[in-house]
T-cell receptor
């Protein structure tokens, strides 16, 4: 089955700096890579996702890059703000026949220091 | 519209008791997933339904865990003879399930504490 590794487990940045979270996956059949943000005591919420047919996707201050050859993908948050503080999970999923089994990484706790 | 809801939000069970956790997915969502999230960890896959069919239950940790979705909408995760290691947050998620991979919408979770 799929195995997703995520680094670092914790990350502290000054407000306004950039944050980068990196993930690797093992299953070459994975073709969908979502990123979820989970605030303390809340449900995970999708912040951005990327499919395997593109190498990069950007949405305002958030961008994700994907290297299918190396089986790694990264989340980049620029101009960080205190409200970006949360746990971020990367995930990988093969999608076939309507079935999408998502395997999550272990999470990165991001702290943005005002 | 309404999102995914789960009940109860919190459940305390004595070891050996049976519990039932309910999930109401977004109306019209074909796919429904159950995850177990231990403290400080990512969600771990338990089982997947496409409409009423349980297509994958490979993540269920033991035969004490059972899930159903008899009419293709509401789902129930049942844990029999609860053990302390079952203490976790149980998350339900639903997705449209058509037209390619897409966002899974999570419920608020049920925090199960087994004493």
């Amino acid at each position: 089955g799929e195995n997703v590794e995520q680094h670092p487990s914790t990350l502290s940045v000054q407000e306004g700096d950039s944050a980068v979270i990196k993930c690797t996956y093992s299953d070459s059949a994975s073709n969908y890579f979502p990123w979820y943000k989970q605030e303390l005591g809340k449900r995970p919420q999708l912040i951005i996702d990327i499919r395997s047919n593109v190498g990069e996707k950007k949405d305002q201050r958030i961008a994700v890059t994907l290297n299918k050859t190396a089986k790694h993908f990264s989340l980049h948050i620029t101009e960080t703000q205190p409200e970006d503080s949360a746990v971020y999970f990367c995930a990988a999923s093969p999608f076939s026949g309507g079935y999408q089994k998502v395997t999550f990484g272990t999470g990165t706790k991001l702290q943005v220091i005002p | 519209g309404a999102g995914v809801s789960q009940s109860p939000r919190y459940k305390v069970a004595k070891r050996g008791q049976d519990v039932a956790l309910r999930c109401d997915p977004i109306s019209g969502h074909v796919s429904l997933f159950w995850y177990q999230q231990a403290l400080g960890q990512g969600p771990e896959f338990l089982t997947y339904f496409q409409n009423e069919a349980q297509l994958d239950k490979s993540g269920l940790p033991s035969d004490r865990f059972f899930a159903e979705r008899p009419e293709g909408s509401v789902s129930t995760l049942k844990i029999q003879r609860t053990q302390q290691e079952d203490s976790a947050v149980y998350l339900c998620a639903s997705s449209l399930g058509r037209g390619g991979p897409g966002e899974q919408y999570f419920g608020p979770g049920t925090r199960l504490t087994v004493t």
